[in-house]
C-alpha cells in the first residue's frame, strides 16, 4: 500500500517561490546561461548537503553526476540502460518494484541484481537496519528524504554505486521535479540532456535560490510542531517533519500540517 507522506511547503520556501516568479524568473535569461545555471547547481550541492545533520562522504568520487526530473527518472533510466534488477526490503518505497513490474511484462529482461535502499528509510524516516551492510557494497541508495532529515550522522557512500536525492521532500517541490543522481557508470540517456543542459532549468535555477537554507533549517525550526502533531495523535516521533510510526506503519503527517496556522 502506497502511503504518501507529502511535504508542506513552509512560509519562508513559499516566500522565496513567489520572488523568484515575480523578480527573478526569465526565460531568455534561462535560455542564455543553461550552462552555467546547471554546472552551479552541481558544483554546489555537495558541498550545501553536507550543511545538513545527515551528511555524505565518497560522492566526490563519482564522475557521473545528472539534474533528473526527481528521483524517479533516475529509477527508471538506470534500470533500463544499466539492466537494474531491483532487491528491495520491506515496506520500501513501491516505485522500484512497479516500475520493474512495467518493463518485465512488456519484455523487458532486467538482469543485474542490486540492492535498493532509501536512506533514510521510506516507510519510517529513520535509518533502516541493513544500511551499513548496504552502504559496502554496489547498492542502489535513495536519499530522497535525506535534506530534511534530524538524523545527525555522517555516511559513506564511497562504495556504492548510484546515489539519489530530490527536493522534492526537503523544499516540497515535488511538483517542480528536481532530483541529482550521482553515477560510478555513465549514464548515456542522461548524458544526452546534460550535454545540451536540456534539463530542468526552471527547477534547478529555483533551487539555487532555495540553497541560502541550510538543508536542516526547516527541521530544526518546525520539528516542535512535528512533536504535538504526534503528540496529538498518539504515534511515535520520528527524525521526519512529515512521518509518525504507530505500531511500525508509517502515518503521514500532511492532513494534521495543513490545519496548522503556519506563518
Not at 516505485?95 to 535502499?117: D, S, T
Not at 549514464?187 to 533551487?207: F, M, P, R, S, W
Request: with cysteine; net charge positive.
Amino acid at each position: 500500500m502506497y502511503l504518501a507522506a507529502y511535504p508542506l511547503q513552509l512560509p519562508e520556501i513559499k516566500r522565496v517561490i513567489t520572488h523568484y516568479y515575480d523578480k527573478i524568473y526569465n526565460h531568455n535569461n534561462i535560455l542564455e546561461d543553461r550552462f552555467g545555471i546547471q554546472e552551479r547547481f552541481i558544483e554546489n550541492f555537495v558541498p550545501w548537503i553536507n550543511k545538513g545533520h545527515m551528511k555524505f562522504t565518497g560522492l566526490k568520487d563519482f564522475k557521473h553526476v545528472y539534474v533528473t526530473n526527481g528521483i524517479t527518472e533516475a529509477i527508471h533510466t538506470t534500470m533500463i540502460e544499466h539492466s537494474l534488477r531491483p532487491m528491495v526490503q520491506k515496506h520500501e518505497y513501491p516505485a522500484y518494484m512497479a516500475h520493474a513490474k512495467v518493463f518485465r511484462e512488456n519484455g523487458l529482461v532486467l538482469r543485474n541484481r542490486i540492492k535498493v535502499l532509501s536512506l533514510p528509510f521510506y516507510n519510517s524516516g529513520q535509518e533502516h537496519p541493513t544500511t551499513a551492510e548496504t552502504l559496502e557494497e554496489n547498492s542502489f541508495v535513495d536519499c530522497a528524504w535525506a535534506g530534511g532529515s534530524g538524523i545527525k550522522k555522517t555516511y559513506d557512500v564511497s562504495k556504492v554505486g548510484y546515489v539519489t536525492f530530490s527536493f522534492s521532500k526537503m523544499f516540497a517541490l515535488q511538483y517542480h521535479r528536481v532530483g541529482v543522481l550521482f553515477s560510478k557508470k555513465p549514464v548515456e540517456t542522461l548524458e544526452i540532456y546534460k550535454q545540451k543542459a536540456y534539463v530542468n532549468l526552471a527547477g534547478i535555477d529555483l533551487v539555487n535560490q532555495l540553497m541560502s537554507f541550510t538543508p536542516n533549517y526547516f527541521y530544526d525550526k518546525y520539528n516542535h510542531i512535528s512533536k504535538r502533531i504526534c503528540d496529538r495523535l498518539g504515534v511515535e516521533e520520528t527524525p521526519s517533519l512529515w512521518i509518525g510510526m504507530k505500531d511500525g506503519v508509517k502515518v503521514p503527517l500532511i492532513n494534521e500540517w495543513l490545519n496548522e496556522k503556519i506563518k
